[in-house]
T-cell receptor, first 109, second 114 residues
Framework: AQRVTQPEKLLSVFKGAPVELKCNYS??????LFWYVQYSRQRLQLLLR??SRESIKGFTADLNKGETSFHLKKPFAQEEDSAMYYC???????????FGQGTRLTINP | DTGVSQDPRHKITKRGQNVTFRCDPI?????LYWYRQTLGQGPEFLTY????????KSRLLSDRFSAERPKGSFSTLEIQRTEQGDSAMYLC????????????FGPGTRLTVT
């Protein structure tokens, strides 16, 4: 079965502090992993995907197959990073996304 | 606005009534997905289309739910005999082709069943 777990529903850090949003997954094959973000009053949008290995808005995420994790990191949080973050998994064939329950990140000034 | 659009944005209905939602994907996007999101949860997959063909349905999609994409463009999601448990945000997403992993989401339709 495909499953994504985000253990923290809420995460609050101060501006300038490092941020790490945790994501663990369960999938028997080779998954595609994503982070989607939803800013206040905006629609859900893709932040980054593991296969592209790029940094978006200062965020990076590394797929650790041994630990089945795909944690999202940013070294210095900014107030505009406050949003709802969802980790998602897709099986081979670019079909449905399986989402975690999300982490609400709040950056305090 | 060339993004995914959904109509209506909000719907309040009484238990037992039928409702229909519409999704217009980004032009020429082949794949169209429906998800449902309840409070405090991430979106849950309901069904998806490749052009007009419905390729997968979740077990969440009971026989009261039906989705169509008749001409491979817009899609409708109908819920018959609504129940209070159907109250949720219904999200539509599209992607440009089968090998594209990125899904572009609409603003959602919030359904409240009283």
């Amino acid at each position: 079965a495909q499953r994504v777990t985000q253990p923290e529903k809420l995460l609050s850090v101060f501006k300038g502090a490092p941020v790490e949003l945790k994501c663990n997954y369960s999938y028997s094959g080779s998954p595609e992993l994503f982070w989607y973000v939803q800013y206040s009053r905006q629609r859900l949008q893709l932040l980054l995907r593991h296969i592209s290995r790029e940094s978006i808005k200062g965020f990076t995420a590394d797929l650790n197959k041994g630990e089945t994790s795909f944690h999202l990191k940013k070294p210095f949080a900014q107030e505009e990073d406050s949003a709802m973050y969802y980790c998602a998994l897709s099986g081979q064939g670019a079909q449905k996304l399986v989402f975690g329950q999300g982490t609400r990140l709040t950056i305090n000034p | 606005d060339t993004g995914v659009s959904q109509d209506p944005r909000h719907k309040i209905t009484k238990r037992g009534q039928n409702v229909t939602f519409r999704c217009d994907p980004i032009s020429e996007h082949n794949r169209l997905y429906w998800y449902r999101q309840t409070l405090g949860q991430g979106p849950e997959f309901l069904t998806y289309f490749q052009n007009e063909a419905q390729l997968e349905k979740s077990r969440l999609l009971s026989d009261r739910f039906s989705a169509e994409r008749p001409k491979g463009s817009f899609s409708t999601l109908e819920i018959q005999r609504t129940e209070q448990g159907d109250s949720a945000m219904y999200l539509c997403a599209s992607s440009p082709h089968p090998l594209s992993y990125e899904q572009y989401f609409g603003p959602g339709t919030r359904l409240t069943v009283t």
